[in-house]
């Protein structure tokens, strides 16, 4: 059974930065691709970013030049660093392992609120 556990939302001014991280209980080596998503109240859940097991990466339009995505394989760990952020990124962030490009296992999800 895959486990995904996310940390290191929070409260945070617009502007500000924050760090998530997604630990993997087993290999994430062996999820070619790995994604963070986010869902807003009363908004369908919504893609952010994807990275690929070689490192390569896809972004929402609404988060690029400002998220980065990145995975330690060795270490299980997929991270979003997000700068400059803006009240509408406000949500609840999840942590995705996927099977070909579709997402199957969920972590539980992250807080994340930007005042403004």
């Known amino acids: 059974q895959v486990q995904l556990v996310e940390s290191g939302g929070g409260l945070v001014q617009a502007g500000g930065s924050l760090r998530l991280s997604c630990v993997v209980s087993?290999?994430?080596?062996?999820?070619?691709?790995m994604g963070w998503y986010r869902q807003a109240p009363g908004k369908q859940r919504e893609l952010v970013a994807q990275i690929t097991r070689g490192g390569s990466t896809n972004y929402a339009d609404s988060v690029k030049g400002r998220f980065t995505i990145s995975r330690d394989n060795a270490k299980n760990a997929l991270y979003l660093q997000m700068n400059n952020l803006k009240p509408q990124d406000t949500a609840v962030y999840y942590c995705?392992?996927?099977?070909?490009?579709?997402?199957?296992?969920w972590g539980q999800g992250t807080q994340v609120t930007v005042s403004s």
């Open positions: 995705s392992a996927l099977l070909g490009w579709s997402p199957r296992y």
């Open positions: 087993g290999s994430i080596f062996s999820f070619n691709v």
